[in-house]
């Protein structure tokens, strides 16, 4: 079974820092594009970044461009994200998530990320 | 980018009658490679999404098949043959063709 869990989030200052992280098990972690999804509370679904399998290809929406970086250690089956220069408008809710099929096939279960002074 | 736009985007359904979501793109999401990447999500109250339907019409694992999806280019819908309980929340489609980008939501709901 697909797993995916979700750690790091928590309350920061605005223009601090977080690192969130993401433990892949029940597939083989290496052979599968990964994404980072974020909702904003009571809001909808904004996809965040992705990496390729081997982490040579990294692709992010406009809006964290310079602050964000997505990585993967294969050998560790993790997923990671580090935000930096966080603003209000991060606050939300950060889903790691499997590429599958031209879209997002599974989902963890999210970690809250809140940013405020 | 490609904005993805649905309709309604709140559906109050009776109990065993088949409801419908609209899909619209503002650009074809026929990818270079022959495909078209539309997703559907279910999203229930204090859930992470859930994918129902991938390439337009695929069902995944699990998936109850009173739920299908249908359309092609720039228009495609979800359909739900006959409305359960268990179907409440929040319904979205997804392009993959160009990066991802979600609609805003259709929310259903019992009526």
Redesign the interface.
């Known amino acids: 079974e697909v797993q995916l869990v979700e750690s790091g989030g928590g309350l920061v200052q605005p223009g601090g820092s977080l690192r969130l992280s993401c433990a892949a098990s029940g597939f083989t972690f290496s052979s599968y594009w990964m994404?980072w999804?974020r909702q904003a509370p009571g809001k909808?679904?904004?996809?965040v970044a992705?990496i390729k399998e081997d982490g040579s290809e990294k692709?992010y929406?406009d809006s964290v461009k310079g602050r964000f970086t997505i990585s993967r250690d294969n050998a560790k089956n993790s997923l990671y994200l580090q935000m930096n220069s966080l603003r209000a408008e991060d606050t939300a809710v950060y889903?790691c998530v499997r590429d599958?099929?031209?879209?997002?096939?599974?989902?963890?279960?999210?970690t809250l990320v809140t940013v405020s002074s | 980018d490609i904005v993805m736009t649905q309709s309604p985007l709140s559906l109050p359904v009776t109990l065993g009658q088949p409801a419908s979501i609209s899909c619209r793109s503002s650009q074809s999401l026929v990818h270079s490679d022959g495909n078209t990447y539309l997703n559907w999500f279910q999203q229930r109250p204090g859930q992470s999404p859930r994918r129902l339907i991938y390439k337009v019409s695929n069902r995944d694992s699990g998936v109850p098949d009173r739920f299908s999806g249908s359309g092609s280019g720039t228009d495609f819908t979800l359909k739900i043959s006959r409305v359960e309980a268990e179907d409440v929340g929040v319904y979205y489609c997804m392009q993959g063709t160009h990066w991802k980008t979600f609609g805003q939501g259709t929310k259903v709901e019992i009526k």
């Open positions: 994404s999804v909808g679904l904004e996809w992705n692709y929406v889903y599958q099929d031209g879209g997002l096939g599974s989902w963890g279960q999210g």
